[in-house]
């Protein structure tokens, strides 16, 4: 350890046990006391993990709880002991006047040197020449390198059209080797010199000054690391991975009952019905903004509807605001009803309750943009906690607009708001939803076709949003013309509510467009392979929650050492094994894409392609182009109408051969808990190349006998079939 402390304060530390390689946290005296804005401070500086160390500076005499008030961090974190300890595996130096940090990683390879100045508290760090990813949703694209963030949360920031709503989390991940995540105060970021620089919001509010310096070499354990920070994700109900239709404003109850038929009809797939509620538009679910009453025009008996809908197999959704300024607290706590507080959670959650008890499914928290971060998590925890007083072991469902680092342990889905109708949105949307994931946030998607129609919004750029939109967590089409948003919606010949009065620069699409029958058929063709595919998203949901990888995946994640690939913003990988690279451009015939090393298949074609360079792909309007790395295996289950329908047929592995692999297929109930408590199994498949040999075996929890079932295996670019009786013991099969 080196530092200039003066010598007798460095005693002070060696006989607290705080020698090198810090096996306890390190407590730091200056001579007259640290002073930063003004204040006396000091240092605490505590090994997280092997790979984080985290330092914090504190008024002298504050107490460490203030540290877990905001709810941010996994409870472990929530609090800072000066007894706390933990093997080291970075290394720390801390030089005065003014107050410097560097942390190092094995090898003594420099992570981040840190320099705060003491009359601010701003804090300078190292920035490096490789791409900036994460801090969260919105904003600049794709490395935000370059930038100036103030952070602010809402649609009331960067380019809401085209870049959507923000929501800051101060987690910036280098694919040079490093990662931080500034827990407090919330500040802004100067990404535009050589050095970044973090200010907080005033000088009197720079302290406390808490901080995680995570070693990124390893991408995937970057990832596990901030997880181990704020909170693993936590499991969605299975429905919420198929597909969502929202719905504006409602003519009457015979027309949503028709809507939820037609897509049984017309062999659809869907599983959520979701309604706006009135003031948002003339006539919504409810009876006002806010309110908590079924607006009678359309729901004029709410438990029957809810019913039919229920017997048709669909959920339902209902849209909620939030009036407060701020909100505190938990359901668990009490509700004077005399003094009913729409500030407090348990007050504001009872409101949902009389609705929730007819059968309503999950809810839609709207607005929230002057929500202070700590209000905008109780918020999100609110909608996971409240759902289980009255059903304890159904996983609840959220979709949320506003969020803050350590949403994720309440398993929100966040989309990207109020964005317009054009090319460069869905281009931007891309590398949001990469940025996103990085973020620590798996469960993302976008109102798809864009919420405020333009002149730019015709049915191939629904059909393209539509294609991307399939391969984000968060499948939903929503937006004003809502009618449009209706995978047969470009086809009736009828535009259905004019709904665009309320924004600049909004238009209806041109008349000519709406007799146009290319569009459902593609929309079909996508919404069965994403139900064909809900095995493998699940598995890689479930790999999210255990590892904190997105679904959604930079290619950093897996080819860091690839410069092309890690600069690649415009695709992404979808789970480990396949690589995404959604057509963004009007009129287009082909799309220009990188495949990183090692050979691909092509997925629609099955035809191999050798990575290692940029190629172009021809495209025609079905096509988005998808390939498949070689070594993987991917489970493919049946088309479905919605995700519970039952069906005998079998499950398909697809082997892509070129290289050895591994694939593990997760399964429990996808509504309950139970798996918490042992209720899943885990099929896992392995490929030895050479000998074309594939072993199976299954593996159970504690409660869950594995059960007897078909399988059917192939090979890609060959059509035979394998068929096998597979009840979990090991078994191997020639190919």
């Known amino acids: 350890m080196a530092s200039d402390i003066p010598r007798r304060h460095l005693l002070k530390l060696l006989g607290t046990g705080a020698v090198a390689g810090f096996v306890r946290p390190l407590q730091l005296f200056a001579e007259e006391g640290t002073r ?44 800072l002991t000066r007894s706390q300890s933990s093997s080291a595996g970075l290394t720390v130096k801390v030089s005065r006047t003014p107050l410097e940090i560097e942390i190092s990683a094995p090898g003594s390879r420099l992570l981040q040197r840190l320099a705060i100045n003491d009359q601010t508290g701003a804090v300078t760090f190292t920035l490096g020449n490789a791409p900036v990813l994460g801090m969260g949703e919105g904003g600049p694209q ?84 901030y997880a181990g920070i704020t909170g693993d994700p936590a499991m969605p109900p299975l429905w919420a991975l198929g597909y969502q239709q929202s719905s504006r404003t409602l003519a009457s109850g015979d027309e949503i009952l028709g809507i939820a038929k037609t897509f049984r009809e017309k062999n659809l797939p869907c599983d959520a019905l979701i309604y706006l509620g009135t003031g948002f538009t003339p006539s919504g679910w409810n009876t006002a903004n806010g309110a908590f009453e079924f607006n009678p025009r359309v729901f004029n008996d709410p438990k029957r509807q809810l019913d039919e809908f229920h017997a048709l197999h669909f959920r339902v959704v209902l849209h909620t605001v939030i009036l407060a300024r701020t909100l505190s607290g938990t359901v668990h706590d009490p509700c004077a009803v005399q003094r009913f507080d729409a500030e407090e959670a348990a007050c504001l959650w009872d409101a949902h309750r009389k609705d929730f008890a007819l059968g309503v499914d999950g809810w839609w928290p709207d607005e929230g943009d002057p929500l202070d971060a700590t209000s905008r998590l109780t918020r999100i925890r609110m909608h996971y906690e409240g759902p289980q007083l009255d059903r304890p072991n159904q996983r609840p469902y959220a979709l949320h607009r506003n969020g803050y680092a350590g949403m994720q342990r309440y398993a929100p889905f966040l989309w990207s708001g109020d964005v317009y109708s054009t090319w460069e949105t869905l281009r931007t949307h891309v590398a949001i939803g990469i940025n996103t994931g990085l973020s620590g946030v798996p469960l993302w998607g976008t109102d798809t076709g864009g919420f405020v129609p333009t002149k730019e919004f015709t049915g191939e750029l629904f059909v393209r949003w539509f294609q991307f939109s399939a391969f984000c967590p968060l499948f939903r089409s929503h937006g004003r013309d809502w009618k449009l948003r209706l995978p047969w919606g470009w086809n009736t010949g009828e535009l259905g509510p004019n709904e665009i009065s309320t924004y600049g620069e909004a238009a209806n699409p041109d008349p000519n467009e709406l007799h146009n029958a290319e569009v459902e058929p593609v929309c079909k063709k996508y919404l069965e392979l994403r139900y064909r595919m809900l095995p493998y998203l699940y598995s890689a949901v479930r790999e999210s929650c255990e590892s904190g990888l997105p679904v959604m995946r930079a290619l950093w994640l897996h080819y860091p050492d690839d410069q092309t690939a890690v600069a690649r913003g415009d695709q992404y990988l979808w789970g480990r094994d396949i690589l995404v690279a959604p057509v963004v451009e009007k009129g287009a015939s082909s799309r220009t894409l990188y495949l990183p090393r090692g050979d691909w298949y092509d997925f629609w074609t099955e035809t191999k392609q050798a990575g290692g360079s940029e190629i172009r792909r021809d495209v025609d309007l079905g096509t988005m182009p998808l390939y498949v790395r070689a070594g993987s295996i991917l489970p493919f289950g049946p088309v479905k109408q919605y995700t519970a329908e039952h069906s005998d047929e079998a499950l398909v592995f697809a082997i892509y051969p070129g290289a050895d692999g591994t694939y593990t297929l997760y399964e429990d109930d996808g509504a309950t808990f139970n798996y918490r408590r042992g209720d899943w199994t885990r099929t896992e498949a392995k490929w030895n190349d050479g000998a074309r040999r594939l072993s199976l075996r299954g593996v159970t929890g504690a409660k869950t006998p594995y059960k007897p079932r078909k399988l059917r295996v192939r090979v890609a670019g060959q059509q035979a079939l394998k068929t096998i009786d597979f009840n979990g013991r090991a078994v191997e099969i020639q190919l």
């Open 142 to 225: 794709f490395d935000r390198r370059g930038n100036l963030d103030p952070m602010r949360s809402g649609q009331g920031g960067y380019r809401l059209r085209t870049n959507g709503g923000r929501v800051p989390i101060q987690w910036l991940v280098s694919t040079s080797g490093w990662a931080m995540f500034v827990h407090q105060p919330l500040g802004s970021f100067d990404l535009t010199g050589a050095n970044g620089v973090f200010t907080p919001p005033s000088p009197d509010r720079a302290l406390p000054l808490d901080i995680f310096i995570v070693d990124a070499s390893d991408p995937s354990l970057a990832m596990r690391e």
């Open 36 to 79: 930063i804005a003004g204040r006396d401070a000091e240092l605490l500086i505590s090994h997280v993990s092997r790979h984080t160390v985290r330092l914090t500076l504190l008024e002298r005499g504050m107490a460490m709880e203030v540290l877990g008030r905001d709810g941010a961090l996994r409870p472990g974190l929530a609090q």
